[in-house]
């Protein structure tokens, strides 16, 4: 199957096995999306500046160019019968270029509405979502005027660019805000409210392009330094919010006539109240347990909604955890995985990425087991393992 002209018949048509989905951006996602669509007997053509990426380790066809390259956007788009992508920092231009030629999914307006904090939380206020308070922080004034408005303590975020803590200064009191911009070279900004939260939880949320939608979660998370270290999921704690959290992705992804699947992220505050803290136009790296523990990966599911196939059961075959490995693993030298993966319950996933750097997510484990709580004591005890030269079995610091 080819590429072809762009009439409302074709952008409707269901995108059978055989086709070639278009996939902008190449790290895990797109390497575990590539991994999906082939079981579905369809190919992967990846496009992004990077060479020998994850994903072009594993896609048949791979395009090498920036993002800003208009005629290779074209001739990319041109190859394929669907785009979609892998992470939310795709320049507008690329998704309104590829647009010309073939559906962009989820479309390039959603992507501008959710890769900039300020127009997502604006969106969030416009259709009556609770989220953190917020105030737009783009000159001093702006500051001056947000500090008494939100309080202290807050978080400083960048309006764009923001990931894994990245963007981000708290300031403690109103006098420490300007020094926390400046930490962000006072670029546009968010100032959030800080906010008393007893855990966080999201939701994945897949929309076909016949408006079916599938829901997994919540998955309970766990962070460290910013950063997913631990979900689990089912979460039975989270029980009494279920079905309010599923009710808010709905709506947001309906609102949003997302084709796709999306990530919305929460606090659960203290009071038991439900506030939206991110949406991620993507799979996420909560979803990725979906892999091993639920009938239809959040991958899968993502290749499903966006060739307008049938959704899949988002139902777990058990409980199950995920925790993430990052570069601190290797930094005693290889891990041993000889002793993690001696426990059969444990599932490994490794991405594919040449250099393990502190922070860096290099791949996650997996485990089902009879709890969540049981599954995530094994996965934590795995991961140990994989460490257990370093001194006193512990990762080294910076």
């Excluded at 390039?108 to 416009?126: A, C, H, M």
């Excluded at 079905?243 to 947001?252: K, L, N, S, Y």
């Excluded at 523990?293 to 995920?322: D, N, Y």
């Excluded at 089902?368 to 934590?380: C, D, F, I, Q």
């Amino acid at each position: 199957m080819t590429a072809n002209a762009m009439t409302t018949n074709n952008r409707d048509r269901a995108i059978l096995p055989g086709a070639t989905l278009g996939v902008l951006g190449s790290g895990q996602l797109g390497r575990m999306f590539a991994t999906a669509a082939a079981r579905l007997g369809y190919r992967v053509h990846v496009f992004s500046p990077d060479s020998q990426s994850p994903t072009g380790q594993v896609a048949p066809q791979e395009t090498v160019a920036d993002y800003g390259d208009s005629d290779a956007i074209a001739k990319f788009a041109k190859a394929v019968d669907v785009v979609t992508f892998e992470f939310e920092n795709v320049p507008a231009l690329a998704t309104e270029v590829a647009s010309r030629y073939t559906p962009v999914r989820p479309s390039g307006q959603v992507l501008f509405t959710t890769q900039d904090r300020l127009r997502e939380k604006r969106f969030l206020q416009s259709i009556g979502i609770p989220c953190t308070p917020f105030a737009s922080v783009t000159t001093a004034e702006e500051l001056q005027a947000a500090v008494p408005q939100i309080g202290a303590p807050a978080v400083l975020k960048t309006a764009a660019w923001g990931y894994d803590g990245k963007g981000q200064a708290k300031f403690n009191s109103p006098e420490e805000a300007a020094g926390a911009w400046k930490q962000l070279d006072e670029q546009p900004a968010v100032c959030e409210g800080w906010v008393d939260y007893q855990c966080e939880l999201s939701v994945l949320v897949a929309r076909s392009t016949t408006g079916e939608i599938a829901i997994y979660g919540p998955i309970a998370n766990h962070h460290e330094n910013h950063i997913l270290d631990v979900s689990i999921f089912p979460a039975p704690e989270l029980d009494p919010v279920a079905a309010e959290a599923g009710e808010i992705g709905r709506t947001i992804v309906e609102s949003l006539e997302v084709v796709g699947i999306v990530c919305v992220e929460f606090f659960l505050t203290t009071e038991g109240r439900l506030l939206v803290n991110e949406i991620a136009p993507r799979p996420h790296n909560s979803g990725h347990l979906t892999i091993d523990a639920c009938a239809t990966s959040q991958f899968e599911q993502q290749v499903r909604a966006i060739c307008g196939l049938p959704l899949g059961s988002t139902e777990p075959f058990s409980p199950s955890a995920m925790v993430n490995l990052l570069g601190e693993v290797w930094q005693s030298g290889e891990p041993d995985w000889q002793a993690a993966m001696s426990d059969p319950s444990v599932r490994l996933h490794l991405y594919g990425k040449a250099e393990a750097r502190l922070g860096r997510k290099m791949g996650h484990l997996t485990v089902l087991a009879e709890s969540g709580v049981e599954a995530a004591r094994l996965a934590r005890s795995a991961r140990e393992s994989l460490v257990s030269k370093a001194e006193s079995g512990k990762w080294k610091a910076d």
